[in-house]
């Protein structure tokens, strides 16, 4: 009877959602992106820059973490090229996001500076090339790690391994704005004994869009929404319409006008078989989560959803950027 009354609230609070726009759990039917975007290795924490020309993703390959941007192209996506200024060859870089002035990206990385093993790192798009990485300041970085930061419109969203999260993960907020945030605290309600990880803020702040493992998931980890209610967070719901799989589905991003989803999967029908499947610093999934039954191993891959009132929106309707667009 719980769990009955728990999925009418929660489909209440999406048609609700779907009334507002942009806020809501209700989308359309994902698509495979294929290739060029997806290959043979792992590709992961997909997000598009302000205007939606380029996809900047990670890819891994060989326990290897590097950052990634194609172009528009017609109805798909053109070959995508690192992101040199912002990659290292001995280290890993993955999880990029866009601030809020649209010219400075957030991503993750292990290279030395930082005060951890993986930190928030800074960097911004100068007109011309990128600027020189920086690691953030102590009010996002820990001698723990830090794994995701996505910036708001009232500060910095993290995902950080802490003591409540059992070590796998809690939501963590720094308020303000770039370069002023204030020393980050758990978030509620998205700092539990559960997995929580990958929070994403839609760009007008009014909700959040997060990985995790709660009661009900379908798999290891579920795409999940919450809405702003006052100073405080609702509850959060699952993303509806055959979003989630059975296996893992993580790194949820939304486009500037609200209208496209993307994010990663692992284990669902449709992506690839590797050899391996190797997590961020180079450690199986498998071992990194020994409470789960071996399952067969797929790679990650990159996958987009249109809200419900955009599925008839074509691919045409965006132009192939220039060379220069790409590097934002």
């Not at 053109?78 to 280290?91: D, E, K, V």
């Not at 990206?105 to 600027?131: C, K, Q």
Request: aromatic fraction near 12%; hydrophobic fraction near 40%; glycine fraction near 10%.
């Amino acid at each position: 009877m719980l769990a009955i009354r728990y999925l009418i609230v929660c489909l209440l609070t999406t048609l609700f959602s779907v009334a507002a726009r942009g806020d809501s759990g209700f989308w359309g039917p994902p698509e495979n992106l294929g290739p060029p975007i997806n290959s043979p290795a792992n590709e992961l924490s997909g997000v598009l820059c302000p205007t939606g020309l380029n996809l900047f993703f990670a890819r891994t390959v060989t326990g290897q973490n590097d950052l990634f941007a194609a172009p528009r192209e017609g109805d798909g996506w053109g070959r995508p090229a690192a992101l040199t200024a912002l990659n290292t060859p001995l280290y890993n870089e993955l999880n990029l996001t866009f601030g809020r002035d649209g010219a400075r990206v957030y991503f993750t990385t292990n290279r030395p500076g930082g005060p951890g093993g993986f930190d928030i790192w800074t960097s911004a798009f100068s007109g011309a090339t990128w600027l020189p990485p920086e690691p953030m300041g102590p009010e996002v970085n820990s001698s723990g790690d830090e794994w995701y930061a996505a910036e708001g419109t009232d500060g910095l969203y993290i995902s950080a391994r802490t003591s409540s999260g059992l070590n796998r993960g809690d939501i963590l907020f720094a308020a303000g704005v770039y370069p002023n945030f204030a020393p980050h605290l758990p978030l509620p309600p998205f700092a539990t004994s559960s997995r929580e990880m990958s929070a994403f803020p839609n760009p007008d702040g009014s909700a959040l869009y997060i990985t995790a493992d709660y009661v009900g998931s379908l798999g290891r980890g579920d795409l999940w929404f919450s809405r702003r209610s006052g100073a405080s967070w609702a509850a959060p719901c699952a993303l509806l319409c055959g979003i989630n799989a059975e296996d893992f589905d993580l790194y949820p991003s939304v486009s500037t006008d609200q209208r496209e989803l993307i994010f990663a999967s692992f284990g669902r029908p449709g992506g690839r078989a590797v050899p391996t499947c190797i997590a961020p610093g180079g450690t199986p999934w498998a071992t990194s989560m020994p409470t789960v039954p071996p399952r067969p191993v797929i790679s990650f891959t990159l996958w987009s959803s249109f809200s419900a009132g955009d599925r008839l929106r074509s691919m045409r309707l965006w132009k192939t950027s220039t060379a220069t667009a790409m590097q934002r």
